[in-house]
Nanobody, 125 residues
Framework: VQLQASGGGLVQSGGSLRLSCTIS????????IAWFRQAPGKGREGVGC????????WYPDSTRGRFAVTKDNARNAVYLQMISAQPEDTAVYYC???????????????????WGQGTQVTVSS
């Protein structure tokens, strides 16, 4: 399984950005995909997830309403749409996949087996 994250860059505070994650090598159609981020000097934080099977999503309080995770199964791609970006959103963003464990997805990192290489997002104030 290989994941390729892209779309990072510099965005002004209040702006929008969309990250992409292309996934290859999966034999199952039931798995979960999550986006994580890691800012300098901080731990890894889950920012949203989605089930490939039915598109169920979940977000932590820190990103709910500003971030949206969507998917395009035909393209084997998952997206992270960020709106109203804030300087505290500056981080390296990673996509990851893991087995679907229930009726919803999770941003617990231990549930994810495969990780992309990360893409840098910088939000200027």
């Amino acid at each position: 399984v290989q994941l390729q994250a892209s779309g990072g860059g510099l965005v002004q505070s209040g702006g929008s950005l969309r990250l992409s994650c292309t996934i290859s090598g999966y034999t199952s159609e039931e798995y979960q995909i999550a986006w994580f981020r890691q800012a300098p000097g901080k731990g890894r934080e889950g920012v949203g997830c989605i089930l490939r099977s039915d598109g169920t999503t979940w977000y932590p309080d820190s990103t709910r309403g500003r971030f949206a995770v969507t998917k395009d199964n035909a393209r084997n791609a998952v997206y992270l749409q960020m709106i109203s970006a804030q300087p505290e959103d500056t981080a390296v963003y990673y996509c990851a996949t893991g087995a679907q464990r229930g009726w919803s997805c999770s941003t617990a990192s231990y549930e994810y087996d495969h990780w992309g290489q990360g893409t840098q997002v910088t939000v200027s104030s």
